[in-house]
């Protein structure tokens, strides 16, 4: 990943397909109607976005908000990166 368009979209890429997932178990275990599981699939669309997507929006270049939602090492340890810009 090269910059902040590339980190939006994997973070975005993830989410669609974690709340899919999640929407297909939803579906085995329950007996909602397709509308219903429409309005759940609109509720974790809108939590996902107020969760992850909206931060991202902040992130502003920060190398530690990348390694935090993707699980790696931020490529340096400089003080200045780790602030967080809110």
Not at 9 to 35: F, H, M
């Amino acid at each position: 990943m090269s910059g902040p368009a590339d980190v939006v979209g994997a973070v975005r890429l993830r989410t669609r397909r974690t709340v899919a997932v999640e929407l297909e178990r939803l579906a085995r275990r329950s007996s909602l109607s397709e509308i219903q599981i429409e309005a759940v699939a609109a509720a974790l669309e809108r939590v996902s976005t107020v969760l992850v997507l909206d931060r991202l929006a902040a992130w502003q270049g920060d190398p530690w908000v990348v390694a935090e939602l993707f699980g790696h090492d931020a490529p340096t340890t400089n003080e200045e990166h780790r602030r967080c810009p809110n």
